[in-house]
């Protein structure tokens, strides 16, 4: 589904902050899930309402809370609540036409950003809107849809081994930002196998079907830039910041999640250039076609009219045609049918017409 | 109704600072309207002159004045000599050719921008430049037209427990700012229906109308960047600036109404690339009916103009052509006006030409 | 007249400094002008030599010194001994290919700008290179051509009453350079009524003439833009510097300038768009011609083709053609001839051919 | 073989710093391959594990370790343990699809670019992704292929007055770089071969197979330009970097890199614009053969359509036709027939289109 | 002769600081000469070889020694001797494909640029890199070939009254640039005019040789950008820079040859974007030929066909067709064959296709 550019502005008059759910309504109902971790243990469970995360307010252990669907409006006014979130951070959770970006307040990080992922059959791009709210021991993650993009995250906080249980909030959050960044690489990937089908449509059999995919290509990939260009602003201002709620060590990871978002985007660079390239065949290989069949019709033409010409002549009714009544005029006249096309298909042949 | 590119130069040797109205006229009158506001009250009235502003000028309360139709200059002479405005501010508010800019002065705020607004109907743009004087405890507003652009914000103020009432006239320039903003979004609405109208017109029937809606649009498109890009600069300007008159809280405020002008002119922005993309389409979709046409006539010429040079032939007077004596000679002739169609249908085919 | 880019190489080799004018000779004569003036006085007379003028050098009046016509090299030489004027800045001001800059010396600020005003009749642009020297007392200005551009200045100066009179010589700087600048409205104008009128021969009855008047409004319009764009730096380094020469208050009226040489560019700039626009629209409008002699080729060749044929058929000569002497076989016939173009134009009514 | 876009994305879900061989297999088998070398001395030799590496870790001499062929993950797993390297920057060398970067570590430097070679035989482009490892006294560097990329700089190794064999792992890094960088201007050297080959065919015999190798190389030059563009800020960054690995008298030689990889991108920009530009002339060549096209046809079909007619009024059979009877009508016809075509054939030669 | 982009390879493989000569061979011999001037006097001569500067080297006059001819690479090894010179600076003076750049080295500067001169007779440019290394009191200049490119200074430094002669090494290194850049005015004279030329051949008689004119035009401009646009880099380079080799007072001079160097680059831009429009008005005007083409074939075409149809009828032999005996059937086909034609030019004519 392309994310139409059309922004909804049933908000338009109201006060700021305001909170009201702007978007498509992915989800009919909001669900809440904690995965709740330490070195030492991970629980994961779902919960019914917001007020079940005090006790991991203060605590010491990491706290992910994913919340699915941005139908209910309650949901977030207890977030913002409970964990003193500015009432301009809840309206830009709730609309999920958001720029992405990195805002940095006194206790709590919020970033925004787009998943895209590709969607399965012909090539299309899934928008999501992820939403973070970064606080000491606590990650508040609000999701539009219910999918299974984080399973392979829930995976590794599952294994006591790994760097992302003994880590703190910021990895976690890295972890999140990598695992978003990198279905771009999917996206890629889908974007080059459709590339490839269109190219051969262009070369062998050009249509126009095949410029309405070129072009629905092109403009997906002026969404995908639209919405990835801003991921590499986001995440030099959180290189840049030096929040106390970003360990040192974490920013080597984040610039590898930059140096990702950085190759995803001039990836689509490149495929605008390469669909740009593919327009000009199709428009050149179009002149070619028009240019073959001006070809066969001059052929026809510039052999059957001279002769049906010379036809004509004989089929004169004047009193006084000599030729008329030769014995070998006719077969004569044979001749000429014959050796006039033949000469005619010689020069077309040097023109590299035939 | 598009904004002219022309700028009137009837003020054009003047010497600066001299008040003359340059600009479509609008409005006949210029109307005064006040709006007081503390916390507790929130008094609306209409005033007669300037004069009557006096008593606002350093009370407590918030005084937001709308003034609406330009063309009664001493209105702006009186309001400057009230509040001590320099010339060069005056003049710019009564030239409605200004680009958006932001001026910090010592006592107040000059903001001055454009209001777009999509026009009801047929899409086009509908351009008000708005004025803005910050003071401590004043708004001073100036606009072009009488219309309800405002009331949305009127209705707050109606409303004790907004936090508009609560808060000081920069909080009111925020609002001012954000109402005229999400205006861009409106737009974006109404672009949004007239080019998915527009895209199914070049796929199925592009005829030269279609190509001047297409660049109909692409030249709104110029206008309206032209006057929503500098909104970035003078935001950005205003974050930047340090004035005691704006509160430290209210830069989150222009923030967000930073992000909404950069989503508004993104949107715009991907429109020209969209609209470009139309342009290509139809020109291409011209080739390929011309390409149809072509066809038509190849097959057509091609088919029947062998046969006449057949028949030509038979047509002929010779005395000694012994085919028009045999009895079988014509049914044959037939068996060749059908064979021949036949063989370059099939031809013309296995050439997608029909 | 447009501007060459041709720049005249008569000096090359020349070492750096040697007084010899460059350009178009405009003016034979080179006339002098001068205006002292004070909040008391303002005296306008012509003086014939440089010396004159050193009673002004240490006046406490405001003295305007207008030079138009650049031929004189010995004028300018005088000028640089009696000011004591850097070799490469009088250099500078005999040579009218100049790019537009600002310079600050110890003594004095050099400016060096392009006047674009449009030429009456039809629409070319008039270019005319200005230079000033700035002194704390003295301005000198060196115009190319005798023209009444500066007009408006000298009524405001004849006016005691306004504030020219009781400024410094940074004043009436900003004041020349808002008088050049604002003519820049004025070509804005002209230039608006142009494209209008192109405009609608494009859409109407474009012809190679409008392709030809398109080329030249949009070489005009690099033309102009390479010689307003400088304009802004220029102004930039104005604002940025801090020459005691310039007083604090006339910052903000240089700001103004700024804005209104940004007003023009952007202007311009916006043409070039609807320029590269309109000749989209020229070239499928030749596209549309051709298809449309393409389609009655084709209708009036498929018509006939088929018919001429069935006529051929029935012109043979042969021995045993039954339909010959059938009763009804001609009457037959042109029921056909009637039939079939029917069917084809119905056929082509549906195509929307015709 | 040309970089395909596509990145492998297998590794999606895996934690960071997880070390999986991401990229093409190039070489089944990992070759460890050592020169150690002093001002005295320079070995070479194979190794078969890293831990035969581990005396030469804190001599004295300076030790290249070339890595060729990146399956075997314990080679570098091993490399990392006994350098202690970053496990990001491991996994950056196992993944192929890097972007070319320079990164600086406490004890270490990280730099991966991409190599640019031009294949034997028709032009396209040979990447190999190339990491270096700098320490004080080895340089570890990793490469995908085997190649005699490095012999010139094996063969300066074992000359031992070279610079050098007396300078240290920051010289020999500038060597590596520089011979990397050097490949392309053999690269750019290929390219204009082939370029000037593809010209002559645009201009004498241009067919769908030119506009594809235009193609071909257009989308050649988006990826090198892709690969080498990061190399010019990769290598800002070293210059900027103040590293004590590297010394004082090295950046010398790193700004001269630096002017090559300059040099290198700026052909290739200049060659897109080529290829654009041929783009242009095959796109005109085609229409100008539509045009001979066409001529053709409508000197054949002016010519003989009209004389076709002539001879159609005299087959006709109207019992009153004078002309039939007069003698001289045939041959007077005769005369028609030679008169017109000829008058023809001098129209169209004034109008050049034979 | 226009630059090669091609950059010989040659020297791949070796070391840094290889003294190998890079580039086509101008001269076979190298030429040393020698100016040794003061205010007092001024000698110039020949020399042999390089040992005979060593009296210049700490002389107190300013010695300009040009070098021309660069296949001799043991002269500019003995300039790296005496004089003390980096190698990478020695190599880079003999390799002719340098990007022009400025370096500051502690006793001297470097700078390599390229001399663009048109070529006599039909427009192409010659290129010539020129390097100097500045000292104290010498200047080394290295041609690649023999010209008077320089006499104009050979002649200010004989005037014994030039500021020339009584300045350092820095203005003498200034006029070098100076007359240098100046080459450039003399470039675009000369490209001005063959712009003209192919401008009316576009208008009046556009054939594939003015396509290939422009494109041979477009290109030269290509190239002469790649070499020009670093020179403003270079000069402001030099301009930020306080070397002690370069006075105070020369930096004025310095800034003039940016200037100057900037307007032969906006120049160049500007032709750009002329021979773009060209282009453009190349394929328009075929596409108005083709027009015409077309239309003089569908009005023969047109007119014809259905005449030969009409005559066509009536040469059928039908035995029952009345008309045959009508005895003024025969004239009212005439006047059917003249009044057809009539009307259809009309209809022509209303369509302006005549």
New interface residues.
């Given amino acids: 589904m392309s994310d139409?550019?059309?922004?909804?502005?049933d908000k338009?008059?109201?006060?700021?902050?305001a909170l009201v759910h702007v978007g498509n309504v992915h989800e009919a109902v909001t669900r809440l899930f904690v995965v709740d971790y330490t070195s030492e243990y991970a629980n994961e469970h779902s919960i019914q309402s917001i007020d079940e995360l005090r006790q991991y307010r203060n605590s010491s252990s990491i706290t992910w809370v994913i919340i699915e669907g941005l139908t209910d409006v309650g949901v977030v006014e207890d977030v913002g609540k409970m964990f003193d979130i500015?009432p301009?951070v809840l309206e830009?959770i709730l609309n999920t036409?958001?720029?992405p970006?990195f805002?940095e307040y006194d206790d709590y990080l919020f970033i925004v950003l787009k998943c895209l992922m590709p969607e399965k059959g012909e090539f299309s791009v899934n928008y999501e809107q992820i939403s973070l709210l970064v606080l000491r021991n606590v990650v508040l993650m609000f999701k539009e849809k219910t999918d299974d993009l984080f399973?392979?995250l829930l995976?590794?906080l599952r294994n006591s081994k790994?760097?992302?249980r003994s880590s703190g909030s910021d990895y976690l959050t890295?972890?999140v930002l990598?695992?978003i960044v990198?279905?771009g690489?999917?996206l890629?990937?889908a974007l080059?196998e459709t590339v490839i089908l269109v190219e051969s449509d262009v070369?062998d059999n050009p249509t126009?079907a095949t410029?309405?995919q070129i072009?629905r290509l092109?403009?997906e990939m002026?969404?995908v830039r639209?919405n990835m260009s801003p991921v590499r602003e986001m995440l030099a201002a959180m290189l840049r910041s030096e929040s106390p709620l970003i360990h040192e060590q974490t920013y080597?990871?984040l610039?590898?999640v930059s140096?990702h978002s950085?190759?995803v985007i001039?990836?689509v660079e490149?495929?605008r250039?390469?669909l740009s390239?593919l327009?000009?065949?199709?428009?050149?290989?179009?002149?070619?076609?028009?240019?073959e069949?001006?070809?066969?019709?001059?052929v026809?033409?510039?052999i059957?009219?001279?002769?049906?010409?010379l036809?004509?002549?004989?089929?004169?009714?004047?009193?006084?045609?000599p030729?008329?009544?030769w014995?070998w005029?006719?077969p004569a006249?044979w001749v000429a049918?014959i050796t006039i096309p033949a000469v005619l298909l010689v020069y077309f042949k040097k023109k590299k017409?035939l």
């Fill in positions: 139409s550019l059309s922004t909804v502005s338009l008059g109201m006060p700021p902050g500015h301009l830009d036409h958001q720029r970006k805002e399973n392979p995976k590794q790994g760097r992302l890295y972890s990598d695992n990198d279905q690489f999917l890629i990937d080059d070369y126009p410029l309405n072009q092109k403009r002026i969404n639209r080597l990871y610039r590898d140096d950085l190759r001039e990836s490149s495929y250039d390469i390239g327009l000009e065949i199709y428009i050149s290989s179009i002149s070619n076609k028009m240019n069949v001006m070809k066969v019709l001059t026809f033409a510039s059957f009219i001279p002769l049906t010409f036809a004509g002549i004989y089929g004169m009714n004047f009193e006084y045609m030729e008329l009544h014995k005029a006719y006249l049918f017409w």
